[in-house]
Nanobody, 121 residues
Framework: QVQLVESGGGLVQPGGSLRLSCEAS????????MGWYRQAPGKQRELVAG???????NYADPVKGRFTISRDTAKNTTYLLMNSLKPEDTAVYYC???????????????WGQGTQVTVSS
């Protein structure tokens, strides 16, 4: 069993900051990539940022320069620091990981339950 648990969401005013955390736990052999997606009401889920085991990062254009993804490999945890938040950043943010468990030799994708981020005055 593998679990991804997010934390850190909430209500913030425009221009404010939040930091999301996601810890992966369970029978994990290797985590290859971790990332954050978001889904706003009535919209499709979209990639926000990703980070590989080697530390390579990528960002969606709307968040470049404002969001920073990082990873603590020893803790199987990824973080998303969100600065200069805008109302259009309001969404449910989901953690995602591509990993190999001790029960399956293939890289499988896992999702967290999501955490709500609301940017409003």
């Amino acid at each position: 069993q593998v679990q991804l648990v997010e934390s850190g969401g909430g209500l913030v005013q425009p221009g404010g900051s939040l930091r999301l955390s996601c810890e992966a736990s369970g029978s994990i052999r290797t985590i290859h990539v971790m990332g954050w997606y978001r889904q706003a009401p009535g919209k499709q889920r979209e990639l926000v940022a990703g980070i590989t085991s080697g530390g390579t990062t990528n960002y969606a254009d709307p968040v470049k320069g404002r969001f920073t993804i990082s990873r603590d490999t020893a803790k199987n945890t990824t973080y998303l620091l969100m600065n200069s938040l805008k109302p259009e950043d309001t969404a449910v943010y989901y953690c995602n990981a591509g990993l190999v468990s001790f029960y399956n030799p293939y890289v499988l994708e896992y999702w967290g339950q999501g955490t709500q981020v609301t940017v409003s005055s």
